[in-house]
């Protein structure tokens, strides 16, 4: 759990989510569970939609509100939790669209958590990698663009430099994703390397929100 930023007492309280008077009120129209329907469960696997009452217990915000309102725990350790339940609302609005808030950037979220964390799995996973991948694509090497793109986002969260030297032919080739990250890493070591993304893929959400956070962050970011 510490890979995670989840191994003191303040960190484990922002994993609240709600109390049993809050799961009272949510069950309160659900029949009663009768454990005599075998066929009930099917094989078949399937996704189930958004579901707000989901989404509400879900919400890291209003599970930090309810903590408060519970007065379960003392008051000091609420205080503490405020940084889990922050890391706990960047990961899940990463993951989950319907928990994003209004103005929502995911570039944002991640310069605060390379900036103000040592954490290296959390970026990742915000990111769409992980540990495992990362060793895997490493076993791959850059040549690959899926490879790179994991390459990349892995010297993110380890806070090492992008390769050097750099060159554009090498950017080209990378995937969207990794073009972005790449370019996100250049603009955290106060260079610009937005100019080099294609212009057809400028109208991605991802391409607008790492340029709307690079006009405020990133230097030369004119493009």
């Known amino acids: 759990m510490r890979r995670f930023g989840i191994d003191e007492p303040g960190q484990l309280a922002a994993q609240f989510m709600a109390d049993a008077a809050v799961l009272r009120e949510l069950t309160a129209q659900t029949p009663p569970l009768v454990d005599d329907f075998p066929r009930r469960i099917g094989p078949a696997f399937y996704t189930e939609p958004s579901t707000p009452r989901y989404v509400r217990l879900m919400d890291a915000r209003l599970g930090r509100e309810r903590l408060e309102a519970t007065h379960l725990l ?3 350790l609420v205080a503490e939790s405020a940084a889990g339940f922050r890391r706990r609302d960047i990961l899940q609005a990463a993951l989950y669209p319907a928990l994003r808030p209004a103005g929502y950037n995911l570039w944002s979220d991640v310069a605060e958590l390379v900036r103000g964390s040592g954490l290296v799995d959390l970026p990742r996973w915000v990111l769409g990698s992980g540990a495992t991948v ?3 694509a490493a076993r791959v090497g850059p ?3 899926l490879a790179a793109e994991h390459l990349a986002i892995d010297a993110l969260a380890n806070r ?5 030297p750099w060159e554009r032919g090498r950017f080209m080739a990378m995937t969207a994703k990794g073009q972005l990250v790449t370019a996100f890493h250049h ?3 106060g260079r610009s390397v937005l100019e080099w993304i294609p212009e057809d893929r400028r109208a991605g959400e991802m391409y607008r929100s790492l340029l709307a956070w690079a006009g405020d962050n990133c230097r030369a970011s004119e493009v």
């Open 160 to 164: 090492r430099r992008p390769p050097q």
């Open 143 to 145: 040549a690959d663009p």
């Open 74 to 76: 003392p008051a000091a």
């Open 134 to 136: 990362a060793r895997i």
């Open 187 to 189: 603009c955290l070591e």
